[in-house]
């Protein structure tokens, strides 16, 4: 989009227009962690709490009526955005952890015996990997791990060579919140379904930022969280093929998601309902239908074009760019030119530098907000053979003007740390 509709496009996010101090605007570039939200979707969970307020499923009068007619509606918009075959497969969860946990406890529990194999990688985020050790301590199951291979992308060919007779699930990320390399889902999908296994996307990193298609992606689940797409916290969406769900057993127990219930025993609502125990993140779920109609509204090849000015493409490979060029900086992940589709975030360590410092440092100079830490990754940081790294995340609000303030100021907390408070650097903000 020009310079004016980017614009028009940041004035959509109050929180973008702050400054953090005085002079010093907020450089949000902590995306991955979670994004900002634009008015449309913070107006529409004020509109639904000030007018239609009222539980959803269990009443007869308007308000419950409306309510429940604006939280089924919103299911629908999810499903359209992620191209579900039928809402009834939407499951809203208050995360994309919960939706894994959900697989695991339930489906997992089911299906998942002593000796079968469930087929990870090394750079999952805690939310896909320790749902699955604890799966496999209760049953005797065995995890296996897809490695990187020296360009900081999965080795596809070694994750592929673990898929065999005995893989029940393969799961796996299709965008790494460190590496920022996209999977190969589709492929990876036909061959786990050739030998009869499951597979589960993490999409916490590729929903918000690339269009997705559950139905050309090919797996059975797919995960991912609101509050990073624009959306509230505390609502995220499982999809999952309808036949899988309806053949699972329910995870919490409660009302909504029973049909009769008996002092004896109970039988159990249809999908997604069975998966929706107690009163749902209604009004969260509302105000995520509105984030998916905001999103598609600006087209989400658009918000990833690589070719297109301001596309996050072009965001990824000014930053990474910009980053490679700093002394004793070590960048993770593939660069730009050997994954063009990389996503617009880059984790890095500098040579004699901690990244909290890092991140400190530009906060208190610039006003960046930076994340620094193992990101939920401690595997994946043991890999890369560090515990912690820094990490800039864009998202299709961020300017190149914004990135180069952000490395701009990397460069002075570099100096900083490197001579002391009492070199002769300029000294950062003495205000
Ligand atoms: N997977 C990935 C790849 C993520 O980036 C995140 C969030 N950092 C999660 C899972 C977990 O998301 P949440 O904490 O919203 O459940």
Redesign the pocket.
Known sequence: WSAAEAEGLRSDFPALQQEVKPGVPLVYLDN??TSQKPKQVLDELNRFYSQDNSNVHRGMHTLSMRSTEAFETARQKVAKFVNAPDSHEIVFT?????A?NLVARTWGAANIAKGDEIVLTVM??H??LVPWQLLAESTGAVLRFGRLRDDGTLDVEQFESLIGDRTKLVAF?H???VLGCVNPVERVAKLAHSVGAKVLV?A??SVPHMPVDVQTLGADWL?A?G??MCGPTGI?FLWGRGEILRGSPPFLGGGEMIDQVTLEGSTFNDIPHKFEAGTPAFAEAVALGAACEYLTDLGMAAVSQRHRAGGEHELAKHLWSRLEALPGIHLYGPSPETQPDRASLVCFNVDGCHANDLATLVDQDRGVAMRSGH??TQPLHGELGVTASARLSAYFYNTIEEIDVAVDALEVAIGLIRTGPAGDEPELDPA
């Open positions: 991955a962690a208050r995360n994309a952890t919960e894994i999952e985020h939310a896909n990320c965008v790494s919140n993490d916490c990193q995960v969280s509050h990073k995220g990101h939920c």
